[in-house]
């Protein structure tokens, strides 16, 4: 884990940090119902027919879930599948991934402009996902007057997630932003990054102010100079 370490670009491991955790928490998604949509109970129904509920994917997906039910089996229960969404949310996580790793390891703006292309794709996909989900249940798509809305454990985990993309972004463009608005107040931001025994390290450039000390040339140590001076 020390050697990992050692090859993360110095500035850069907050962000990268960070948009690791938020692609991380978003991959139950995948997999897992964020939300589930229930009656409330309050409306009479027959043995056949007992009180719905539904579960819903962040990607799209959304299947009858109502205790008793086999969906595999049942044709009268339905099921919504969205296998773009699915494909586009798996391309977006991936990207995220190779993003983080670009703006860890690569040093130099190909790195910046790499990481910040990919956590930018992979938090729109999150956070277009959440932001869908909450919009229908603030206008009432699901007819709040009798039904539930619960938002599932996945479900928190796609709202941290989206939290924690966006931060990651917000850290790997702050720098070069600041660099480019405020020159002065990004001292050692762009200091060129070399590879040394396999770690990165930050070189300062080289100074451009009148010389200072000895100096090995060859008109500072020719004794004859001296000789003829005194």
């Not at 050697?3 to 690791?20: F, I, K, N, T, Y």
């Not at 039904?147 to 990651?168: K, N």
């Amino acid at each position: 884990m020390r050697d990992l370490r050692q090859h993360v670009v110095p500035g850069r491991a907050s962000g990268s940090l960070v948009g690791l955790v938020g692609v991380l928490l978003a991959l139950p998604t995948l997999v897992l119902p964020v939300q589930k949509v229930r009656d409330k109970g309050t409306v009479p129904t027959s043995a056949d027919l007992p009180p719905f509920e539904q579960s819903y994917w962040s990607w799209g997906r959304a299947v009858d879930s109502t205790p008793g039910l086999d969906v595999a089996r049942d044709a009268n229960v339905f099921e919504i599948s969205n296998t773009a969404g699915l494909v586009v949310l798996v391309i977006a996580l991936a990207v995220g991934l190779a993003g983080v790793a670009a703006h860890a390891f690569r040093a130099g703006s190909v790195g910046i402009v790499f990481g910040a292309a990919g956590l930018a794709w992979t938090a729109s996909a999150v956070v277009g996902g959440l932001v869908r989900r909450l919009a229908d249940a603030l206008f009432g798509a699901f007819g709040e007057e009798q039904v539930i809305i619960e938002t599932l454990p996945v479900g928190v985990l796609e709202m941290a997630s989206a939290g924690l993309l966006v931060a990651a972004l917000g850290l790997v463009v702050w720098r070069p932003f600041v660099s480019l608005v405020r020159p002065e107040m990004a001292v050692g931001t762009v200091d060129p990054v070399v590879r040394e025994g396999g770690a990165a390290v930050v070189r300062p450039p080289a100074s451009t102010g009148p010389a200072v000390g000895f100096s090995d040339d060859k008109a500072d140590t020719d004794p004859e100079r001296f000789g003829r001076s005194r």
